[in-house]
């Protein structure tokens, strides 16, 4: 989310940021590049690619994944 005043009221708000995902740091594009990645590679060799942590690897592929059966 991020802060922003309101010019009608004068008071702090928070905008909603809808291309990023619930309580997450990335983009559902970034989840989705991720996913399809996984596919055909190591969660440790898209880790490096990416300069990720391997755990923050692995939540992604999961969240694409769920995506996908939803």
């Avoid at 995902?21 to 990416?50: F, P, S, W």
């Amino acid at each position: 989310m991020r802060r922003v005043a309101c010019r009608r009221c004068g008071k702090v708000k928070c905008e909603r940021l809808e291309f990023l995902l619930a309580n997450a740091l990335h983009t559902e594009r970034v989840t989705r590049y991720d996913g399809r990645r996984c596919r055909i590679g190591t969660i440790q060799d898209i880790a490096k690619e990416m300069n990720l942590g391997w755990q923050t690897v692995k939540r992604l592929e999961i969240r694409h994944m769920r995506a996908q059966l939803g």
